[in-house]
């Protein structure tokens, strides 16, 4: 059985999940980190944003560390370490675009499911590379029908992923971000400077970023920890504003999730079923 647990968030109220074996036990002892993700440019008239490759890199070359280093601060020993890809699951039903940087360069479509750029640990290891894009295929999918509870690996994927790093652990993170160009958000400013003389809101044009971060064992294939949130923050340059909350309450090595947690679902639960009455 999988728990949801609810808690306050800027923009979206952030979504966590873990299974009542956790509260027992953690089995969490050598964690793979690999992330991917995709910064896109938003564009007007009901275009598909353009997916900015330089952005892409340097918010997923933020945030990959960033976990990393977390992770060894609650006592873990992080045996790999790596980006894996910029738009790694490219969905077949998107027409996607990719710029190379704000403002110019090179402008190319991705074929079906063609990731934008594939980092060079993943390019020396294509099984392991496949693996990956598999549970990040799935991943992708469950989280955009927001059907947490489908998410389950295969075990021969998990399986590709302890042989090649030694890990006992796997925690995939996925980072998803809208970033407006200056010039779009200097007009935007300018509109609603123009509109409020009038009495009239203007558009609002604000940087957003979605992380979530999947943690599964690699030995039994459990999911250990899913966490979804959405902030309005730069997804280039985001601070603290997405892995100290995504993994706050994630336990320090050898320790098993607080029972507190337990309480806090039975309250989010009263707090819904009061709603729909």
Request: hydrophobic share 40%; glycine share 6%.
């Amino acid at each position: 059985m999988v728990l949801a647990i609810l808690a306050s968030g800027c923009v979206r109220v952030p979504d966590l999940r873990a299974p009542d074996s956790f509260f027992t036990e953690n089995p969490a002892k050598k964690v793979a980190v690999f992330s991917s993700g995709r910064v896109d440019w938003p564009r007007m008239a009901g275009k598909e944003a353009l997916l900015g490759l330089a952005e892409s890199k340097q918010a997923l070359e933020t945030i990959t560390p960033a976990i990393c280093s977390a992770l060894k601060a609650k006592g873990y020993d992080v045996v790999l370490c790596e980006p894996a890809g910029i738009a790694y699951y490219n969905p077949s039903y998107k027409e996607t675009w990719v710029v190379e940087r704000e403002g110019g360069g090179r402008e190319w479509q991705l074929k079906d499911k063609e990731p934008a750029y594939l980092y060079p640990a993943l390019q020396k290891d294509p099984q392991l590379s496949q693996a990956l894009r598999s549970i990040h295929e799935k991943m992708e999918l469950d989280l955009s029908k927001r059907q947490w509870a489908r998410f389950v690996p295969e075990k021969d994927d998990l399986q590709v992923v302890m042989k090649a790093t030694g890990a006992d652990t796997i925690c995939l993170s996925r980072i998803h971000g809208g970033k407006f160009s200056t010039a779009r958000k200097a007009g935007a400013l300018a509109t609603t400077v123009a509109l409020a003389m009038v009495g009239v809101s203007g558009p609002l044009v604000s940087d957003w970023t979605e992380l979530s971060l999947s943690c599964a064992s690699l030995v039994t294939g459990e999911v250990l920890w899913q966490y979804a949130r959405t902030v309005s923050v730069d997804p280039v340059v985001p601070g603290d504003a997405l892995v100290p909350p995504a993994l706050e309450y994630f336990p320090d090595k050898d320790k098993p999730l607080d029972a507190k947690f337990k309480r806090e679902k039975r309250k989010t639960n009263e707090q819904d079923i009061a709603k729909q009455r």
